[in-house]
């Protein structure tokens, strides 16, 4: 099925580690995000791509890098992990604004705990 | 800076209701606006999505209106069932130029057999 495919869906980490959370869309959409979703605070914006080869930082990108390795790909590295970064992280895409029609399509999820 | 709220934030209903959700913002410029659902545990799921020349969008049971002028949008829900608990999000687009979604609140529904 078309959509935003994320891996993995499930992560433990102990402080200090590094990991890298995949994302794949297939829907030929311009533009990718990733957000971090805690209990009360809503969905926050980490990172984003407008198109392929840009990235801008969104609302809390502290603790966090991206990589826009092609159009399909949207990629968000922990180097170092903290406890504060324990939550669920969704990835998303969307059309570019001439094709705003579809809006956003989102992943579902992964559920990171840092220890 | 747009702010999207939605009242209220938590609802419980006996099946079978006629049930409104509310999303208000406060900057009217938007380009679309777009209800979602989310299951415990689960990523967000496209309900509807209404761009800003239009006024409503039906979806089988739902049906999402948008006033622009009064920064207000309604998801309105027919004959609820169980299975239509979760939490449901509403997500504002700015229009002039490359702009990032802003997401309400959420009103989490349960709908009670």
């Known amino acids: 099925n078309a959509g935003v495919t994320q891996t993995p869906k499930f992560q433990v980490l102990k402080t200090g580690q590094s990991m890298t959370l995949q994302c794949a869309q297939d829907?030929?959409?311009?533009?990718m995000y990733w957000y971090r979703q805690d209990p009360g605070m809503g969905l926050r914006l980490i990172y984003y791509s407008a198109s392929e080869g840009t990235t801008d930082k969104g609302e809390v990108p502290n603790g966090y890098n991206v990589s826009r390795l092609n159009k399909r790909e949207f990629s968000l590295r922990l180097e170092s992990a903290a406890p504060s970064q324990t939550s669920v992280y969704f990835c998303?895409?969307?059309?570019?604004?001439?094709?705003?029609?579809?809006?956003?399509?989102f992943g579902s999820g992964t559920r990171l705990t840092v220890v | 800076k747009q702010e999207v709220t939605q009242i209220p934030a938590a609802l419980s209903v006996p099946e079978g209701e006629n049930l409104v959700l509310n999303c208000s913002f406060t900057?009217?410029?938007?380009?679309?606006l777009q209800w979602f659902r989310q299951d415990p545990g689960k990523g967000l799921t496209s309900l509807l999505l209404i761009q800003s020349s239009q006024r409503e969008q039906t979806s089988g049971r739902l049906n999402a209106s948008l006033d622009k002028s009064s920064g207000r949008s309604t998801l309105y829900i027919a004959a609820s069932q169980p299975g239509d608990s979760a939490t449901y999000l509403c997500a504002v687009l700015p229009g002039g130029g490359y702009q990032k979604v802003t997401f309400g609140t959420g009103t989490k529904l349960q709908v009670i057999p």
């Open positions: 998303a895409s969307s059309v570019s604004l001439e094709g705003q029609k579809y809006g956003y399509t």
């Open positions: 900057d009217s410029a938007i380009y679309n």
């Open positions: 829907m030929n959409h311009n533009s």
